[in-house]
């Protein structure tokens, strides 16, 4: 039954959503702030996932909207071919002033984009234009991991590793993936990182051995997998994946699209690891959600060696209409600005104690098989239903939404990643709405 304030459904095609499902019980928000939606009908929904993992302030922030409403009337749009304005250029410094690693960690040239995917797809084509600027031109071929997300570019779904971006469409052609870090078995309910598996970099040997390195222009990872179920990185992982890539000189991507700008209590994952890669890849938290806008960081040497031709030849042919949007730039520039002045990018540090004794308190409910937290971070892994997988998650999905609480589910898993401003006590109803919701698919 539609409700009083839905609109016609007939029209808009939905993303990643079960459209006639969806159309026949749709769920409209309508409104946003704080800690909080609104929907249509006027009921409060606890927003346990910071939108799509993007609205690390929380919702309505006075200060974005009022950035973007003064661009826009003073410059709304600008060509960003052979062309530039301050706005952008002062974003780029800003950025780098606060680049994953810091200063000494050199990823301090900033390239924009639109998305989380753009962002990927930038990051793979930098990494092969670099290696044939060194005159390595043989190295195209680029390496993901299994269980990876890394958006819906063809690009993306190629060094992906989620089965249902993939099986529809042509991928990218000399792709290979290293075996995903997950071992439910060994690792099961462990807080912190995971002990076991840390030795599974070494598959980028096998993967070295197997096309030889003078094939390989890049791997890209995910430091914590989210969208994937919310994967952590067993000790010692993302230190031994440096090391060999490094000696094989293979880039290192991390994509950070979920955990930069302050997810797991640190500015960017490289922080949190104190792993430095050649490019990290950004979106998401980088305008608050407020505006579409990605980021790439490279590092200094991929910059200057791609400096290398003529002045008069454009090095990387590669840009979007919307890279470095006046109004994303002025977003992020005063999303910047509310991480700082209220210390978000470090905030989840503070509760991630809470956090994590909130989620594992699930533990011991119906088919819950593990729980893992990170940061401001959670995935509650349940067991599926018989020849069902992902119908308990959906269940779960729609009854916490109906009663007032927003959560994401991958397959069986429920993810959240709260607002990086979350209060303790929103913490703690959070674990007992999904709690009682658990119980209730039993
Ligand atoms: N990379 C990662 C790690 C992501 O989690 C996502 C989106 O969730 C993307 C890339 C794609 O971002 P977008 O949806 O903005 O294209």
């Not at 016609?8 to 969806?22: C, G, H, K, V």
């Not at 960017?268 to 950004?282: E, I, K, R, S, W």
């Amino acid at each position: 039954m539609l409700m009083s304030n839905t609109p016609s459904l007939e029209n808009y095609w939905m993303p990643f959503t079960a459209n006639r499902q969806f159309k026949a019980a749709p769920r409209l928000l309508a409104a946003a702030k704080g800690m909080y939606y609104t929907d249509v009908d006027g009921a409060q929904v606890l927003d346990g996932t910071a939108g799509l993992w993007c609205v690390n302030a929380g919702h309505g922030r006075q200060k974005i909207a009022d950035a973007v409403a003064r661009q826009l009337m003073t410059m709304d749009y600008a060509p960003s071919f052979q062309m530039g304005h301050p706005i952008v250029f002062d974003f780029a410094q800003k950025l780098a002033a606060r680049a994953p690693g810091g200063q000494e960690a050199g990823l301090t040239k900033v390239f924009f984009t639109g998305s989380g995917s753009e962002s990927v797809d930038t990051a793979l084509k930098i990494a092969i234009a670099y290696q044939r600027s060194i005159g390595q031109g043989t190295r195209t071929r680029v390496i993901g991991r299994e269980r990876g997300y890394h958006g819906v570019g063809f690009g993306g779904i190629s060094v992906g590793g989620l089965v249902n971006n993939r099986r529809v469409f042509p991928l990218l052609p000399g792709v290979d993936h290293l075996r995903h870090t997950h071992d439910a078995v060994r690792n099961s309910f462990v807080k912190g990182l995971p002990e076991h598996g840390g030795d599974l970099a070494e598959d980028l040997e096998r993967l070295v051995a197997l096309h030889g390195a003078e094939t390989i222009a890049a791997v890209i990872v995910e430091p914590v997998a989210g969208s994937t179920g919310v994967l952590l990185p067993p000790k010692g992982y993302l230190e031994r994946l440096r090391a060999i890539s490094k000696k094989h000189g293979i880039l290192l991507i991390f994509d950070e699209v979920i955990t930069g700008f302050g997810r797991l209590g640190t500015p960017f994952a490289v922080d949190y690891f104190g792993v430095v890669p050649d490019l990290v890849t950004t979106a998401k938290g980088l305008t608050n959600g407020a505006l579409p806008m990605g980021a790439v960081f490279a590092s200094e040497a991929v910059y200057e060696a791609m400096m290398n031709g003529p002045e008069s030849q454009i090095e990387l042919f590669h840009g979007y209409t919307y890279s470095g949007h006046p109004a994303a730039c002025a977003a992020g520039l005063a999303t910047l600005e509310v991480y700082e002045e209220e210390g978000l990018l470090t905030r989840a540090a503070d509760v991630a104690d809470h956090w994590q004794d909130a989620m594992h308190g699930l533990k011991g409910l119906p088919n819950i098989v593990d729980i893992r937290t990170i940061g401001l971070v959670a995935g509650i892994e349940l067991s599926s239903r018989p020849d069902a997988a992902g119908a308990r998650g959906y269940d779960i999905f729609v009854d916490c939404f109906n009663k007032g609480l927003l959560v994401r589910v991958t397959g069986d898993t429920i993810a959240l990643s709260p607002p990086l401003i979350v209060e303790r006590e929103q913490i703690d109803i959070m674990a007992s709405m999904l709690g009682e919701a658990i119980k209730r698919a039993a």
